[in-house]
């Protein structure tokens, strides 16, 4: 890792976008997506720069073309397209595996950085602007680049010493500050409790067993509530239901508090996830405004989340009895069943069933198959070359991350992608 260089080159990336008379600013509509678009445009904001944004889903031929009389743009999370060359001009601040542009790209992969596990969109355009390092935070951990290390684990080094991330280790459960302890227990599903997961009168007798008292005087109590008896209690308790399920299970782990954000999202992880419901439901400008800490639009965020978690449980549910084994990789057919802003999401949590790499479809909203594929660092496997190779042979775009990547495929061409992924997969295992 040369953080050195890299740190050179945000500077020179900075020069750029401050250059610009009145950039759009085209940002990916995931977490880490909204975080770093968001910290580009609040940069702007303090500079009191003329900008505009808008978030979208993918970087193909179609969109190409609807910017190419756009004078200044700004991809953030996105620029991984050989026809970006093609536009005026551009600052492209990424982490995916990208192709030759041609352009000023400010990227981690370039100095020795792994973009797939040790900095992401979020935190490369922290580096380079220097404002809303908890956001660095919330994109990386969207983004699954969790625990942290490398140049996340310097940059959230620099956001406790600045008093914008507090670290503890803790129970790793969703809703610590937010849900009342019934539903922190009742709903979670990561990992799954048996008996207990979406049953909240099991829930409450547990904890009544336990000793602990659900209110207070005033208000239902909350995770961080309780004290350090309470807490050893509880989580001991959920060890000995899990143990029953001959499963290891990582409860405790490192936590991240925001202090700058409001307590419905100062849990960075939770943070991510409301990021990622907004986004991912087509409610871009919604997480932007989260972000930028528009206090007027939690209560629709937290709606987005709720519709989100759902989909997801459903997703998961039918994932788990639908894949089939193609041999040197799963496949999941989610269309007309699956959301394609989900089905990566959801392909990541059932890849926890085995160690094939995994490749989910979903009908994309133009037409074509959207794919998602997922797969684990030790299998060796290159998921963003072969994807990127496979779909081009047959007219799609498509690329990312070692471990996680995606595609937009013609819909009439399926059978030929996934020969070309098969035999993408065994060159690259021998």
Request: with cysteine; aromatic share 8%; proline share 2%.
């Amino acid at each position: 890792m040369d953080f050195e260089k890299f740190i050179l080159a945000a500077e020179e990336a900075k020069k750029i976008a401050f250059s610009f008379s009145d950039p759009i600013i085209i940002h990916h509509y995931d977490a880490d997506g909204l975080s770093s678009g968001a910290i580009v445009k609040k940069a702007f904001m303090l500079a009191n720069l003329k900008h505009r944004t808008l978030g979208i889903k993918k970087l193909d031929d179609a969109a190409i073309e609807k910017l190419r009389n756009e004078k200044e743009i700004i991809f953030v999370d996105l620029g991984n397209n050989e026809r970006v060359s093609e536009l005026k001009d551009v600052l492209i601040i990424d982490h995916h595996q990208s192709k030759t542009t041609g352009k000023p790209q400010i990227n981690p992969l370039m100095y020795g950085i792994d973009g797939g596990s040790e900095l992401s969109s979020s935190g490369t355009a922290y580096f380079v602007f220097g404002n809303d390092i908890d956001l660095g935070l919330v994109g990386a951990l969207g983004d699954m680049q969790y625990p942290l290390q490398g140049a996340n684990k310097i940059m959230c080094e620099q956001g406790i010493a600045k008093g914008e991330i507090k670290k503890s280790t803790d129970l790793r459960f969703y809703g610590r500050h937010s849900r009342s302890l019934v539903q922190f227990l009742a709903y979670s599903d990561e990992p799954f409790i048996p008996e207990i997961s979406y049953n909240e009168e099991h829930a409450q007798k547990l904890l009544e067993d336990l000793g602990i008292n659900l209110k207070t005087t005033e208000s239902w109590r909350v995770y961080n509530d309780l004290n350090l008896e309470e807490r050893k209690k509880l989580i001991s308790a959920i060890a000995e239901i899990l143990s029953q399920n001959k499963k290891k299970y990582k409860l405790i782990g490192d936590v991240y508090d925001l202090p700058k954000r409001s307590l419905k999202f100062c849990d960075a992880h939770e943070f991510s996830t409301v990021l990622n419901a907004c986004g991912r439901h087509g409610k871009s400008e919604l997480g932007i405004a989260v972000c930028l800490g528009d206090e007027t639009v939690y209560l629709e965020a937290l709606d987005f989340l709720a519709i989100h978690k759902r989909m997801i449980r459903d997703g998961i549910a039918f994932a788990k009895k639908s894949i089939i084994d193609l041999g040197v990789f799963s496949f999941l057919d989610a269309r007309g069943i699956i959301d394609e802003g989900i089905v990566g999401i959801v392909c990541g949590m059932v890849l926890q069933n085995g160690i094939k790499p995994i490749v989910g479809i979903a009908n994309g909203e133009t037409g074509d198959i959207k794919v998602s594929t997922r797969t684990y660092k030790k299998t060796g496997i290159n998921l963003g070359i072969l994807v990127s190779e496979a779909s081009e042979k047959i007219g799609g775009i498509g690329g990312g991350h070692a471990v996680a990547a995606g595609a937009s495929i013609p819909k009439n061409k399926l059978n030929e992608f996934l020969c070309a992924v098969k035999e993408n997969i065994e060159k690259q295992i021998n």
